[in-house]
């Protein structure tokens, strides 16, 4: 079978080639065309750069270089735009693809709805977070989502979408725990991890203006480690550390910035459970990832992949929005005994090999 994988932003430039962008929905993406291309054929095309076509793993990445030159800017964006969308109608044109599975949203998402809607190319879009987008508004539109509450609040916000064309295909992460840990573990001190880009949504900030609120005894046990890129956009790494230096946690709370992903097997490792403070979230990869090393999470009941995750044998639910309930969870985290066997059990459904093996099926079923 030839699936074909079209998201925005995948890959990013390095002074070495490419590799995968660290964010949590590029390697989401990616990752489920790679497991999908080790049991079928596996193809990628994107449009936030310039690409010639090359062989990345287990996925045929399509290029587009005859058609978008150079580098995308504010000025050349209407133009890269429509050279994308031809480069993709050729595509459709001159290759069978069995199914297309259109991941992201955006502009450049939208139009490669349309291009498959027009030329009758059977197709789905993959929803990763859900806000506002146009691509909602397409007249029978086939869904996945990658959360079950996801699902519920599609059907809630768009009446449009009709409940028969909403599939939910649950994500998953490569298995690949290690032992290593960091140098950088403090002795004697239980290390709760925050891993997640830096920007409001993640909410980081009241994470650490929850644990300022504990007692002082106790904050001596505990070290908090933020790893992740700080958003462009949203700037807030200056105002975590004036916070952190405000309530006289230097020595408690530490920014390790952002670890290449075959490092972060290690970060995993050295912590003891992980708080994920995100207001809105997906189905959250660093809860799934911290899960198969056997340690807890500590997020929001009404965070979206606490739907999924709500087994309180690994996941402390913070019914509140406040600093106080936020506190009330880390002394929770910190005193309760975790059953490190269970929670590796109950991550065990959490595999790319069965994500690969769902996106597969579905695809069948609807081709």
Known sequence: MRILTVAWSIFSKTDFGFE???????????????????????????????????????????????????????????????????????LLINNSFDYILIQGGGEFCFNCVNICRRLKRPFSFVCHLLNKDGIFLVDDLKVIMVGSKMKEDLLSKCPNIEEKNVSVILNGVPRNASDEFLDRKKKNKKTLLCSASLQPRKNQIQLVRAFSLLPEKLKRNIEIVFCGKESVKYPILKKMKEEIKKNKLDDNVTYIGTKPRHDMPKVYSGADGLALPSLHEGLSLAVLEMLQYGKPVIMFADNETAYDINDSKVAILVKEHTDQALARAIVEWYEKDWDEDYIKSYSEYYTMERVADDYISYCRKMS
Request: glycine share 10%; hydrophobic share 35%.
């Open 20 to 90: 995968i962008a660290r964010n949590g929905g590029a390697i989401m993406i990616s990752d489920i065309a790679e497991y999908i291309g080790r049991k079928e054929e596996a193809y990628l095309f994107q449009g936030a750069i310039s690409l010639n076509d090359m062989q990345y793993g287990h996925i045929e990445v399509l290029g587009n270089s005859e058609y978008v030159l150079g580098e995308r800017t504010k000025d050349n964006i209407d133009v890269w735009q429509r050279s994308l969308s031809k480069c993709f109608e050729e």
